[in-house]
């Protein structure tokens, strides 16, 4: 309530008025801390540089029967070796067929996804960016690349991607990987924007 000084008891010209302003409090919204991430790669983001690409007008150039055939030919054994088991064989020949010249989209995210399984999370994210450089719209390449960045910590990066996979190429077997990072991101988002209110009402407090 709003009193006028000339109706307060006692007042004198002068006089010193003691004023007790009470804030109301606001309660604080409860957010429980981010749980640990156990999936996360140790040294995921520290892991080698990559496999060569092609470079230049290579990447795009016109390939002849022959080399058609050999590119064919090379992911053949690559997909063989991989059936056997030989990850880091079939990863030879497959970097063999993309050095053919003008590998396509699904090529090169079939490379990212093998490099994915052989825990190259960093390789595997370089690979998946080179084939959306060919084919924005590769959804394997989107998918291939969000999963590598859940493991490397970077939820946000992992998140967008597999929002755009699966808005390209609905798959269900990242569903539940892409409900966790939904969540896990907006937790973070919640807490970051919870600190920030706390150093704001520290600052005015000042």
Known sequence: DITKLADCEGLEN??????????????EKVIEPLSDDEEIWAGAADDDAGEPMPEG???????????????????????ELLEDGDKAAALAKLTEAIMVG???AMMISKRAE?????KKAKAAAKDATAA??????????YRVR?????????????KEDLDSAQKI?????????HAYLTKRVAKITA???????RAQVEADMC
């Open 57 to 79: 007008e290579a990447m795009n150039k016109e390939l002849t029967d022959e080399q058609m055939d050999l590119r064919n030919r090379l992911q053949g054994e690559s997909a």
């Open 14 to 27: 002068n006089g010193t008025v003691l004023l007790h302003v009470e804030q109301p409090k606001v309660e």
């Open 114 to 118: 093998l490099l994915m399984k052989m």
């Open 102 to 104: 003008a590998p396509t």
């Open 146 to 158: 969000g999963r590598v960045r859940r493991y490397m910590g970077d939820y946000g990066g992992a």
């Open 191 to 197: 807490l970051a924007g919870l600190e920030e209110k």
């Open 169 to 177: 190429d609905f798959d269900d077997s990242v569903s539940d990987m």
């Open 132 to 141: 959306l450089a060919v084919n924005p719209d590769s959804g394997k390449a």
